[in-house]
C-alpha cells in the first residue's frame, strides 16, 4: 500500500511568492517523523525539514515550514518567498519508528519551476 | 564535516558486465542506505545496515545485486551481472542510528548508472 502520496506531479509558482506542496501520508503508528527534501537537476537529495508526530507546533526552517494536520494525515511543505533556485523536484517522506525502524518511505515527488 | 561520498558519480557499461559502486558514510553513522531512483518505480530502498551488519535487504532486486558493509567507513553495492533495466541512480545514505523519530538520513551524490 502506497504509504506517502503526492498528488502533484508538477507545480508552477512566480518568483517572490509562497507554494504549497501537498504531502498525505498513511500510518497506524503512533510515533513517525515526516520530511521533506529537495533535489535540484543536479540530482543530489537534500535533507529540507521535519516534523514528529508529537510535536505540537509546526516545523519552520527558514523559508520552509510544514503545514502539519495529523488528523488528516497530511504535512504540506510551504515554501514562502519563491525564489528561481527552489526549481526542483520535491519529495516527502515517512520514518515509521517501530520495528523497521529505520525503513523511510517516500513519495512520488512534485517538480516545482518557479518562473521569473 | 564531509557528507556521505559516492564512486563513481557515473558509469557506463555494457549489458553483463559488472559493475561496483561505493559509499562512504558519515563518520559516526552507524546505519548505511541503499537506494536506487528511476522514473518508473520512484526512490526505492535497496539495503540497509547496522553497525555494519545487513538488517533489511528485502527491497534488493535480485540475486544478480549483493551489498557488503566490510567496515564502518566502506559499503559496495555490485551487479553482476548488469542489465541494461538496471540504469538508475543510485543512492547511499547514512544516519546517526539514536533511534528517535526525527533520525534524519543525508544523502550522498548518487552513482548515475547506464548499461548499454
Known amino acids: 500500500a502506497q504509504k506517502i502520496t503526492q498528488t502533484q506531479p508538477g507545480m508552477f509558482v512566480q518568483e517572490k511568492e509562497a507554494v504549497t506542496l501537498d504531502c498525505t501520508y498513511d500510518t497506524s503508528d503512533q510515533s513517525y517523523g515526516l520530511f521533506w527534501y529537495k533535489q535540484p537537476s543536479s540530482g543530489e537529495m537534500i535533507f529540507l525539514i521535519y516534523?514528529?508526530?508529537?510535536?505540537?507546533q509546526n516545523a519552520t526552517e527558514g523559508r520552509y515550514s510544514l503545514n502539519f494536520q495529523k488528523a488528516r494525515k497530511s504535512a504540506n511543505l510551504v515554501i514562502s518567498a519563491s525564489q528561481l533556485g527552489d526549481s526542483a523536484m520535491y519529495f516527502c517522506a515517512m520514518r515509521e519508528v517501530g520495528y523497521n525502524n529505520n525503513d523511510m518511505r517516500f513519495g512520488a515527488g512534485t517538480r516545482l519551476t518557479v518562473k521569473p | 564535516d564531509a557528507g556521505v561520498i559516492q564512486s563513481p558519480r557515473h558509469e557506463v557499461t555494457e549489458m553483463g558486465q559488472e559493475v561496483t559502486l561505493r559509499c562512504k558514510p558519515i563518520?559516526?553513522?552507524?546505519?548505511l542506505f541503499w537506494y536506487r531512483q528511476t522514473m518508473m518505480r520512484g526512490l526505492e530502498l535497496l539495503i540497509y545496515f547496522n553497525n555494519n551488519v545487513p538488517i533489511d535487504d528485502s527491497g534488493m532486486p535480485e540475486d544478480r545485486f549483493s551489498a557488503k558493509m566490510p567496515n564502518a567507513s566502506f559499503s559496495t553495492l555490485k551487479i553482476q551481472p548488469s542489465e541494461p533495466r538496471d540504469s538508475a541512480v543510485y543512492f547511499c545514505?547514512?544516519?546517526?542510528?539514536?533511534?528517535?523519530?526525527?533520525?534524519?538520513?543525508?544523502f550522498g551524490p548518487g552513482t548515475r548508472l547506464l548499461v548499454l
Open positions: 545514505a547514512s544516519s546517526s542510528g539514536t533511534g528517535a523519530p526525527g533520525e534524519t538520513q543525508y
Open positions: 516534523q514528529g508526530s508529537y510535536d505540537e
Open positions: 563518520s559516526g553513522h552507524d546505519y
